[in-house]
């Protein structure tokens, strides 16, 4: 069975562009998470979606928003980049969003100049 | 809330040594404790998790953790250090489902790298 699968893998773009990051869960898994992880620290949380509604919404800014479709994939936007977006991007599909355990993709790295 | 702190950024253990990477936790509510691996240039691998069974747990390669409540730790240990164990390692913590509400949230450590010596 495929795992959790992202793309692209790497990303460059320039200040205030905007990007869409694309997320395919694991098979048969309902919910999908989205996480940032800077160089140096521990991934944070942006949003998990379930059903195709948010449920959940971490501290990021408005620029920072995210969909689920009816076949559960997900795509995270991020509009008017900033330098400070630049991150490992990590998607995570559970089976249902009460469920803990989460699996995560390879992450789309994304930097900003 | 819930939070977690990592005691050390970095370890470094001797091959076949024993290996030790300290976590402690705050949850408001019962957790979902995990503990997940990052190899240079990938995504995370998971490696066990604890979600109130037993409380010491066995996870892949050989590492297993002890869930302490009293001590809000939960600390990872293997008995004998590879190289390929060469990574960084993140304590994630979790709250389940609690009084209708779900928090779908992972809250992650700093992360310890852990250095493997030949």
């Known amino acids: 069975d495929a795992g959790v699968t992202q793309s692209p893998t790497h990303l460059i773009k320039t200040r205030g562009q905007h990007v869409t990051l694309r997320c395919s869960p694991i098979?048969?898994?309902?919910?999908v998470s989205w996480y940032q992880q800077v160089l140096g620290q521990g991934p944070q949380f942006i949003f998990q979606?379930?059903?195709?509604?948010?449920?959940g919404r971490g501290n990021f800014p408005d620029r920072f928003s995210a969909r689920q479709f009816p076949n559960y994939s997900s795509e995270l936007n991020v509009n008017a980049l900033l330098l400070g977006d630049s991150a490992l991007y990590l998607c995570?599909?559970?089976?249902?969003?009460?469920?803990?355990?989460?699996?995560f993709g390879q992450g789309t790295r994304l930097t900003v100049v | 809330a819930q939070s977690v702190t990592q005691l050390d950024s970095h370890v470094s253990v001797s091959e076949g040594t024993p290996v030790l990477l300290r976590c402690n936790y705050s949850?408001?509510?019962?957790?979902?404790l995990f503990w997940y691996v990052q190899h240079p240039n990938k995504g995370l691998q998971l490696l066990l998790k604890?979600?109130?069974?037993?409380?010491l747990v066995k996870g892949i390669n050989g590492f297993e953790a002890e869930f302490k409540k009293s001590e809000t730790s939960f600390h990872l240990t293997k008995p004998s250090a590879h190289m390929s164990d060469a990574a960084e390692y993140f304590c994630?913590?979790?709250?389940?489902?609690?009084?209708?509400?779900?928090?779908?949230?992972?809250?992650f450590g700093q992360g310890t790298i852990l250095t493997v010596h030949p």
């Open positions: 995570a599909s559970s089976l249902e969003v009460r469920v803990a355990e989460a699996f």
């Open positions: 098979s048969g898994h309902k919910s």
């Open positions: 979606y379930y059903e195709k509604e948010e449920r």
């Open positions: 949850s408001s509510y019962s957790p979902s």
């Open positions: 604890y979600t109130s069974a037993a409380t």
């Open positions: 994630v913590v979790r709250a389940l489902w609690a009084g209708g509400t779900s928090y779908g949230k992972l809250t």
